[in-house]
């Protein structure tokens, strides 16, 4: 007979101490489905669907909106706008951005840990017009973010928010490669999402010589209802017949400049096409700024708990379309999953707006 005492001060019993500690290093618990990409589709858990939630401004110091990178704003877009989404949109080169000042950084880490914590993706947004001259700062951040959190299936890189008027092939392109291939080198099947020409809208551009060698790649549409209409629309769809999975890391109910009123009518028809194409997207934008764009009013509270007196007209419009989605987050997920830590093997193969 084997005395209970002598098994746990045993071999057999450090050894399973042993075994236990190096599994809890290697795995970790998931709670959203991973996403993927089959043909033009964005996936969620391996079948058809989308997601719907917000973005916080840019997160530059000095500019007022960055108050709002806080693990309370994104519980309350969770719990009451019912937000499967939300995306840090990390300013890189502008006044205050993250190339001047570091801290930056943290902001994003705040959100994408409070992202995890409610069940919810996070868009790791390189929020920038020049990203191409920042190749290698973008490659460094990147990496960091990878190791970092390249193990939780929430995290969406998303490497270039808005080119503007700079060729795909020769600019554009070889950017996103250098990029993705030093993501892939760390963390391999986390979705990248590619930002497209002139403002993140020439999709078609994108989709007549798309990138290939890597795994679960999509592109950045953008629209503003109050600018963008059914020409848009028609690239977009133009885009998805060619095959390319699209997703839109950025919407507005107004105009391309951020203001102006509601547009109800060509808001309600994008939402449609989205729903229709199951392309999942985040409204721009949780913050106070006076422009038409801010779903917040001036001196709103940075720490979520938003009455509707709080809410501008396109703050409300927002949040009613993102509870009304219905769709990945609660159809397809989050379920819960293990998976061993993101260390890769090498690439896989894989089958205007005016400016914000």
């Known amino acids: 007979m084997i005395h209970a005492q002598s098994v746990f001060r045993g071999p057999a019993f450090r050894g399973m101490l ?68 939300v995306r840090a949109a990390m300013g890189v080169d502008a006044a205050g951005g993250y190339l001047a000042d570091a801290t930056n950084r943290q902001r994003v880490v705040t959100v994408v840990e409070a992202a995890i914590a409610n069940d919810m993706y996070v868009i790791i947004d390189w929020h920038s017009h020049h990203a191409e001259r920042h190749r290698d700062q973008a490659v460094a951040f990147f990496q960091d973010m990878a190791r970092t959190y390249g193990r939780h299936d929430n995290v969406i890189y998303e490497i270039y928010n808005e080119p503007l008027e700079v060729s795909w092939h020769d600019t554009l392109k070889p950017y996103a490669e250098a990029v993705i291939a030093a993501i892939r ?12 020409p002139h403002w993140s809208q020439d999709v078609d ?9 890597y795994a679960n790649i999509a592109y950045s549409l953008h629209f503003y209802a109050g600018t963008h209409g059914q020409p848009l629309r028609d690239k977009a769809q133009a885009a998805l017949d060619k095959g390319l999975p699209l997703f839109v890391t950025e919407w507005g109910a107004v105009n391309a400049d951020g203001d102006g009123a509601v547009a109800e009518r060509e808001t ?25 764009a801010a779903a917040l009013v001036p001196g709103a509270r940075a720490t979520g708990g938003w009455s509707a007196a709080e809410l501008t007209a396109s703050g409300a419009r927002a949040r009613a379309i993102v509870r009304d989605w219905s769709d990945a987050h609660e159809s397809h997920g989050p379920t819960r ?12 193969p894989s089958i205007a707006r005016d400016g914000r």
């Open 268 to 292: 309600a028809a994008w939402i449609a096409f989205l729903k229709a194409h199951r392309i999942s997207a985040a409204n721009w934008s949780i913050s106070d700024k006076a422009e038409g």
């Open 205 to 213: 551009v994108a989709a007549a010589d798309p990138i290939t060698g």
């Open 337 to 348: 999953r293990w998976r061993t830590s993101a260390i890769a093997a090498g690439p896989a």
């Open 185 to 196: 080198a760390i963390d391999p099947d986390n979705l990248i999402v590619v930002g497209t």
């Open 18 to 85: 042993a075994i236990g500690a190096w599994m809890a290093l290697c795995t970790v618990a998931q709670a959203v489905s991973p996403l993927s990409t089959r043909g033009n589709q964005v996936l969620v858990g391996g079948e058809p669907g989308s997601v719907a939630g917000a973005s916080l401004f840019w997160s530059n110091s000095g500019w007022g909106q960055e108050r709002f990178y806080n693990a309370q704003a994104v519980a309350w877009l969770k719990a009451d706008w019912k937000a499967g989404l």
